[in-house]
Each structure stands twice: as C-alpha cells, then as structure tokens.
C-alpha cells in the first residue's frame, strides 16, 4: 500500500505561482512514476505532468513552460512549481503514484489539493 498527502494548494491571481507537494509513504517500489491530474469542475481527471524514478518528465501541452514536476526520492516527495497560472488552471489537483507489481500496475491517488486561480 502507498499513501500520497497533497499540500500547497491555494488562492492565487492570474499570473502567480503556487507549488505543491506530494508526500509518499508506506511501500514504496524503486521503480515508480509519479504524477499530477488535475480535475476542473464538471471535468474529468486529467493528466498534467510526470516523472519517473529515473527523472524523465512528460507535460501536457496546456502547462509546458509554466509547470515543472520534480522529486526526492530520498525524502519520497514530489513537488509542481506552476508559474503563470491562469484561471483555467482552476482544479483539484491529485497526487498519482505508479509501480508494476507482479507485472500488474497498481495505481495510488491522494485525496487531492485545491487551486483556484482569480482573474
């Protein structure tokens, strides 16, 4: 089992910044990806950025250049420093986690982090 707890959520006005974090606990595999969905009122989950334990990154092209994914893996934490925010950057934004168990992939989500950006 994985726990995730999501931090860092916030107010902002367009333009800002927030960062947020994302603590990792219980059995954590060394091979593992992490990641952030974002979920927009009335919208479904969706993917914004990831990063595997070897450090590659993928971005969804609505946040490449304003967001960056990062972790420790030492400290379990990954973080997404988003610049620019822009209103429809508005969501909950969960924390995903990733192993192959037994060729299976188990998939973890945290209970999620508010944003809300104001015009």
């Known amino acids: 089992q994985v726990q995730l707890v999501e931090s860092g959520g916030g107010l902002v006005q367009a333009g800002g910044s927030l960062r947020l974090s994302c603590a990792a606990s219980?059995?954590?595999?060394?091979?593992?990806?992490m990641g952030w969905y974002r979920q927009a009122p009335g919208k479904q989950r969706e993917l914004d950025a990831l990063?595997?334990?070897?450090?590659?990154?993928n971005y969804a092209d609505s946040v490449k250049g304003r967001f960056t994914i990062s972790r420790d893996n030492a400290k379990k934490l990954v973080y997404l420093q988003m610049d620019s925010l822009k209103p429809n950057d508005t969501g909950v934004y969960f924390c995903n986690y990733q192993q192959l168990q037994a060729g299976v992939r188990m998939t973890y989500w945290g209970q999620g982090t508010q944003v809300t950006v104001s015009s």
């Open positions: 990063i595997t334990s070897g450090g590659s990154t």
């Open positions: 219980g059995t954590i595999f060394s091979i593992n990806t």
